[in-house]
């Protein structure tokens, strides 16, 4: 069974970079049978797709965030980590990591707030 939890601060002043780590446990995430994503929920709003780093490393970002994303992975502590860079307080959300997708394994959820 796969399990996923994230880790990382809760509060981030705004132009500064947001930090998360996914560890993951049942599984490698060198596993050719997964793809691990980052997923967020704004307040009072859905849930928007990040980005998500494939078995073999490679990664793909949304658009709307490829300036300033980055997903990165270390295969011997078996995480995957966020980073988001010059965040605004519209960068607050609920971060889940995930993999497979929607049906795929969750996160429980870090609340991460944008304020100064």
């Known amino acids: 069974q796969v399990q996923l939890q994230e880790s990382g601060p809760g509060l981030v002043k705004p132009s500064l970079t947001l930090s998360l780590t996914c560890t993951v446990s049942?599984?490698?995430?060198?596993?050719?049978?997964?793809?691990w994503s980052w997923i967020r929920q704004p307040p009072g709003k859905g849930l928007e797709w990040m980005g998500v780093?494939?078995?073999?490393?490679?990664?793909y970002y949304a658009s709307s965030l490829e300036s300033r994303i980055s997903i990165y992975r270390d295969t011997s502590k078996n995480q995957f980590s966020l980073q988001l860079s010059s965040v605004a307080p519209v960068d607050t959300a609920v971060y889940y990591c995930?993999?497979?997708?929607?049906?795929?394994?969750w996160g429980q959820g870090t609340q991460v707030t944008v304020s100064s």
């Open positions: 780093i494939a078995y073999d490393g490679s990664t």
């Open positions: 995930n993999a497979n997708g929607r049906f795929g394994s």
């Open positions: 049942g599984v490698s995430i060198t596993s050719n049978l997964y793809a």
